[in-house]
């Protein structure tokens, strides 16, 4: 039930690298990977960056929506699809009503509320010397089922749209180059807490699902791995946590997919522009957000879409991670703010590990271990 938890543990400073290479090109190129790579490597390259991005950026926007209508059927017990066209609707109207900084900023200690699963973790009686001897002796399987949980445990976290939008977040915040060590720490810290988080969750979850051998398949079955903290309030605990997460995470999915198209075919288009002047721009995120709409209404559970979106991240990322490496230590692109061979090692590292995984869970698909 802790199987996993060597992964997490490695997580860090896989996350921490990627998080700090993308800062760095922001603050030096003055633009995202996604631009970076257009700029320094042409159209192709750029037009396979953009499908891998935008496909995975598509099914996660899917995932999060129905979450957020899932966190309030939870809430109010109406079913989820009645919210899932408002919420999107509610979405374009914060990013083109340039409303969105504001929203963040008042819901952004709502994530938080998943720390709570590290009280449950220790009133549920986690057995620690178990999660303890997951980290230090790992423990590998290769079958479809642990190789994917891994994979996507990959993709969900170093997504695309994670490292592109840390970019797009720094040049248009524009740091002086004194300021870059502070950037670059500021990315490290939020990878550390995000991987605390996730900490967090699997040992409650292992606690209190595993114990008993409950499969997550719904929102309502992830929340009863608070119950041991939250008692009888642990789906509405569970509830606001999601919705509040789906606020501040499907906004920036759907603007990063707007600044990656405009950005490889050489539009107009930032969020502090108004819809007049940056038409195209706005247009790709509207679309991407009715289309994201209607794949979460087909039924498929956001459990499923969640995992799905994840495994194609992890498939996806080493495309885009390859070629950030590239620019981050090209001298060319970068001047005097060129990564270290350390941090470069590390990136071509991360890049080989899931690359790595990706082949091996196809190759566990295609060939199952008898």
């Known amino acids: 039930m802790y199987s996993l938890s060597w992964l997490v543990v490695?997580?860090?400073?896989?996350?921490?690298?990627?998080?700090?290479?993308?800062?760095?090109?922001?603050?030096?190129?003055?633009?995202?990977?996604?631009?970076?790579?257009?700029?320094?490597?042409?159209?192709?390259?750029?037009l396979l960056a953009l499908v891998m991005v935008v496909a995975v950026n598509i099914f996660t926007l899917a995932a999060d929506m129905e979450a957020a209508g899932v966190s309030l059927t939870l809430l109010t017990g109406v079913p989820y699809q009645w919210f899932v066209l408002p919420f999107a609707a509610l979405v374009a109207w914060l990013l083109v009503a340039h409303?969105?900084?504001?929203?963040?900023?008042?819901?952004?200690?709502?994530?938080?509320?998943?720390?709570?699963?590290?009280?449950?973790?220790?009133?549920?009686h986690a057995d620690w010397g178990r999660v303890l001897h997951a980290i230090v002796v790992p423990e590998f399987h290769l079958n479809p089922a642990f190789v994917g949980g891994a994979l996507a445990l990959l993709g969900t976290t170093l997504t695309s749209y994670v490292y592109i939008w840390e970019s797009i977040e720094i040049a248009e915040r524009a740091p002086r180059p004194s300021r870059l060590g502070i950037v670059r720490l500021d990315a490290v810290l939020g990878m550390l807490l995000a991987?605390?988080?996730?900490?967090?969750?699997?040992?409650?979850?292992?606690?209190?699902?595993?114990?008993?051998?409950?499969?997550?398949?719904?929102?309502?079955?992830?929340?009863?791995?608070?119950?041991?903290?939250?008692?009888?309030?642990?789906?509405?605990?569970?509830?606001?946590?999601?919705?509040?997460s789906a606020l501040v995470a499907v906004p920036v999915i759907a603007a990063t997919t707007g600044y990656v198209v405009a950005q490889t075919f050489g539009w107009k288009g930032t969020l502090d522009a108004d819809f007049p002047h940056a038409r195209r721009f706005y247009v790709v995120i509207f679309a991407s957000l009715a289309v994201a709409a209607l794949l979460s209404l087909v039924g498929a559970s956001p459990i499923s879409l969640l995992y799905w979106a994840s495994l194609g991240g992890g498939v996806a990322t080493p495309v885009t991670l390859f070629f950030a490496v590239r620019i981050a230590r090209d001298k060319t692109m970068m001047g005097e703010h060129r990564i270290g061979p350390w941090l470069g090692a590390a990136g071509w590292l991360v890049t080989a590990l899931i690359t790595a995984s990706a082949i091996l869970f196809f190759a566990t698909v295609a060939w199952p271990a008898r």
């Open 10 to 46: 490695l997580l860090f400073p896989m996350l921490a690298a990627v998080q700090t290479i993308a800062a760095t090109i922001g603050a030096a190129c003055k633009t995202s990977v996604q631009g970076a790579i257009r700029a320094r490597f042409g159209l192709a390259p750029a």
């Open 99 to 124: 409303r969105y900084s504001r929203i963040e900023r008042a819901l952004s200690f709502l994530p938080f509320i998943f720390l709570a699963y590290g009280g449950s973790a220790i009133l549920a």
């Open 195 to 244: 991987t605390i988080t996730f900490a967090f969750i699997l040992v409650a979850t292992g606690a209190t699902l595993g114990t008993h051998h409950i499969a997550v398949e719904t929102a309502a079955d992830a929340a009863l791995a608070l119950k041991p903290l939250a008692g009888p309030w642990a789906s509405a605990l569970f509830a606001i946590g999601l919705l509040g």
